[in-house]
Each structure stands twice: as C-alpha cells, then as structure tokens.
C-alpha cells in the first residue's frame, strides 16, 4: 500500500523553464510533508518541507505547494538548472506518531536540459 | 547545515560476513535515527527506528536478528548486516534527526555486495 506516490517517474525541461514535480497521498493523519533532492551513489538532501496549517512555501528558486482537500503536493523549481538535476523525493510524516518516521515516494528523476 | 556522516561508502564481502555500517551526526546530537534501505530505482524502505539508549524498533518484514541495530549514545548508531547473503546486497542509508519537528538528514549511503 504505497501511502505516498509520485506517479511520474521522470521529467525533462529546458534550462530556465519552471520544473513542476508532483506528489499524491492517501493517508489524513500526514501533516508534515518534505522534498528531498538525490544524486547517484549519495543520501538524500533536505530541500524544503510544509506543514499542513500552510498552502505554500517558498525558499529561494524553491516553492512547495500543498492542496490538503485534494490530497497532493508539488515542488515548483523557477528557473530550472542543470545542476538541479537528480532525483527528487517526497515524504510524509505525522507529527502525532512522535517517531519522525517518513514516508517516501517512488522519486522523480529530473533532468534539466541546457 | 546538520552533517551526518556515514561509513564505509562501499563494501563488497563474501557471503555470510558480517557487516558493520555507522551512522554518526557530526554537529548536532540526534535523538532519533533512522536506517533506510534502497532497491534500484525505488523508494527509501524504512528499516528501524532507534532512540538512544532504548531499543530499536523495526518495521513489518525487517528481520531484528539479521539486521542489528545498536545506538550507544546521541551521535552514533549502527547497523550490522549479520552473516550477509547476496539477497542482502543493497544501498543502505541512515539518517538523524534532532528533537522537535526538525527534517531528518541524511548520510550519503552504503553500497553494500555480497559475492
């Protein structure tokens, strides 16, 4: 039962250009979201993170958009780099668990096209 | 940033060695980390969950006995993958986190081959 989904296993922009990455869950009780960035052979990195008392938030060329009736959150990347490509993972986490314990997506593997 | 390092980066064994992975938190004491594992091209698996000073607690499937996890004091965690197969061959990951609603950070990884 995959609790948090990122149905696009990849995605392809132009350098520049905004880079959109999605990602659906299924579970209420989630009110803490994250995106982490990934490059071969290393962990992931913290980008950003909500909380579900917001709809948006914004760090530098990074902002995390979170639709709570819909269930589904994106990352907006404006412009696009080519540094910026890797994989990009989102997590959730409820905070009553008290344990921290994430939930990932599947990842979506960005590449930014000079 | 937190910095956590992880080692080794890579180990490549013979099956049925035991092998031991650390986890530590360079700059800050965590209170609880996380060991993850990675298939390719799939999501990060959680493992366990350990807190300093308690045991730790696994998830659904994980063997306790195969995968020793041992968190000895606020900076440092371990992982042991005892007498390894090759079905254990993967891309293990820790991660750390502080107290409070604070992102867990993660370490760069094992790569871990058994012949």
């Known amino acids: 039962d995959q609790q948090v989904k990122q149905n696009s296993p990849s995605l392809s922009v132009q350098e520049g250009r905004i880079s959109i990455l999605n990602c659906d869950y299924t579970?209420?009780?989630?009110?803490?979201f994250l995106w982490y960035k990934k490059y071969p052979a290393e962990g992931p990195t913290f980008l950003i993170s909500?909380?579900?008392?917001?709809d948006k938030n914004e760090d530098g060329r990074f902002t995390v958009f979170l639709n709570k009736s819909a269930k589904h959150l994106s990352l907006h990347i404006v412009p696009s780099q080519p540094g910026d490509s890797a994989v990009y993972f989102c997590?959730?986490?409820?905070?009553?668990?008290?344990?921290?314990?994430?939930?990932f997506g599947q990842g979506t593997t960005l590449q930014v096209k000079p | 940033g937190a910095v956590v390092s992880q080692h080794p980066s890579r180990v490549i064994c013979k099956s049925g060695t035991s092998v031991k992975i650390e986890c530590r938190s360079l700059?800050?004491?965590?209170?609880?980390m996380f060991w993850y594992r990675q298939f390719p091209k799939q999501s990060l698996m959680l493992m366990a969950t350990?807190?300093?000073?308690?045991?730790?607690?696994?998830e659904q499937g994980v063997e306790k006995d195969k995968f020793l996890i041992n968190h000895a004091s606020l900076t440092l965690s371990t992982l042991t993958v005892t007498s390894a197969h090759p079905e254990d061959s993967s891309f293990y990951i820790c991660?750390?986190?502080?107290?409070?609603?604070?992102?867990?950070?993660f370490g760069d990884g094992t790569r871990l081959s058994i012949l």
């Open positions: 991660s750390a986190k502080g107290t409070g609603n604070q992102p867990q950070h």
């Open positions: 579970n209420s009780m989630f009110d803490y």
């Open positions: 909500i909380s579900s008392i917001k």
């Open positions: 997590a959730a986490m409820s905070g009553s668990s008290n344990t921290g314990k994430l939930i």
């Open positions: 700059d800050f004491q965590a209170t609880t």
């Open positions: 350990s807190n300093e000073g308690s045991k730790a607690t696994y």
